[in-house]
């Protein structure tokens, strides 16, 4: 039975493909279909362990040798609670550690494992960060758990400043196969096809285009103009993109996509208020 509210509902009638890992969906999910959105669920992206914890363990055990510890993601925040229960390690064996965060969920997740969280920047991309670490860190020591392939900023920028800087995997991201045929059927088919589809990594945009039988890595290009060519543009046509932040939004153009949509705030909350605002000025035009 239909919600006689639901037609007065913002997103009301918006079909919403949204790519989140399996796991992560919900949150999103439910926040779209809060405001009126018929949510598609097809994860582009599909955590898993890493091909070892070996480096992770090895940190872990000892753990008293660093001074910081930098967490990008509420994965590897859970992937560091897991190793930890699984060593045997007690969470107090990491009170000493100054704990970063990107990002309110991480900041969150973090909390609930009793860590003492002491930098959550402004801005949530490993820029700032970077820039929150500043005059911190010269001389100490930093463990910073992510995925297997990520940016490199953040080590970079702090071995800079002087910093010694370990990184270890704490899990890794896959393009999940079995969502290809779902994908590409939905995007072929006018009465099921997005008017809006959610981008929140970078890592998101790539394995999209991969899925729709795009390339995989895109040639280096000239930042200036884009080039359709990388996936099947006319899947797209009426299609707003949007992304969660300006490297998200960044990878997208890489791909010769637009980002129709960013948000101002680089979470899920911050998405979805874009993505308001965009259909708001969208159904003015």
Known sequence: M????????????????????????SALSAELQG??????????????????YQRLD?????ISEY???????????????ARTKELGIQIEELSHLKVATIGPSTRSAAEKMRLKVAVTPAKYVAESVVDSLREKVQGQRVLLVRAAVARDV??????????????????????PTASKKKLQSVMK??????????????????????????????????PSHTNPSHTNNNLLDGVRLASIGPITSATLREFGLPAHVEAEEYTIAGLTRAIVADQEQFSRR
């Open 2 to 25: 239909k919600d006689p509210a639901k037609k007065s509902k913002p997103l009301a009638g918006v079909r919403v493909l949204v790519g989140r890992a399996r796991q992560q969906a």
């Open 35 to 52: 405001l009126g959105a018929d949510v598609i669920e097809i994860p582009f992206i599909e955590i898993r362990p890493p091909r070892s």
């Open 58 to 62: 090895t940190a872990l055990k000892k």
């Open 67 to 81: 001074d910081w510890l930098i967490l990008t993601s509420v994965n590897g925040v859970e992937a560091l609670g």
């Open 154 to 175: 953040i080590p970079r920028e702090l071995r800079e400043m002087g910093a010694t800087v370990e990184v270890v995997e704490a899990y890794e991201t896959v393009v």
């Open 189 to 222: 088919d006018p009465a099921q096809r997005p008017q809006v589809i959610t981008f929140t990594s970078s890592s998101t945009v790539r394995n999209f285009v991969a899925l729709l039988g795009g390339r995989r890595r895109p040639p280096h290009t000239n």
